[in-house]
C-alpha cells in the first residue's frame, strides 16, 4: 500500500508542508516523486543514497548508503531520522538546502529543456 494513497491529492501538499522530513527508505522515482515534493516545499529529506537521489537532494538530505546487511540498513536509516528530527540546527540547514535546490526549478524551464530533447530525438 503506498502511503501516499491514504491520503487524498488535494491533501498531500498540506502533509508535506507540516511535516519535519520525508523519510523516504526506497530508490528516487525519475518522475514526480515525494522526494521532489518535500524539497519543493522546503523539507529535509532522508533516504537511501543512490545515483538519483544523490543528484537530486544534495546537500539538503541525509543520505544512507544502501549496504547488504538489512539490521545494519534500518538501524542506519532510522538514526538518520531521529537525527534530524531531533537536531533542530541540522534540520533548519538541511531545510535551507532544500529550499535553495528547489527555488531554481521553473516550469517553463522544464518545458522548454524536455521539448529540446525530444525535438532533437526527432531529429
Known sequence: LDPASAVAHRNLAAVYQ????LFHPA????????VRQALACGKPVV???DERSAVLVG???????????????CRALGAAL???VVEADLAE???EAAQ???AAWQ?????AGLRECYTALAG
Open 82 to 84: 531521529i537525527t534530524v
Open 18 to 21: 507540516r511535516c519535519s522530513a
Open 93 to 95: 540547514a538541511l531545510a
Open 47 to 49: 533516504a537511501l543514497e
Open 100 to 102: 535553495r535546490r528547489a
Open 59 to 73: 546537500p539538503a538530505g541525509y543520505l544512507i548508503p544502501e549496504v547488504d546487511d538489512y539490521p545494519a540498513l
Open 27 to 34: 530508490p528516487a522515482s525519475p518522475w514526480g516523486d515525494p
Open 107 to 111: 516550469w517553463g524551464a522544464f518545458v
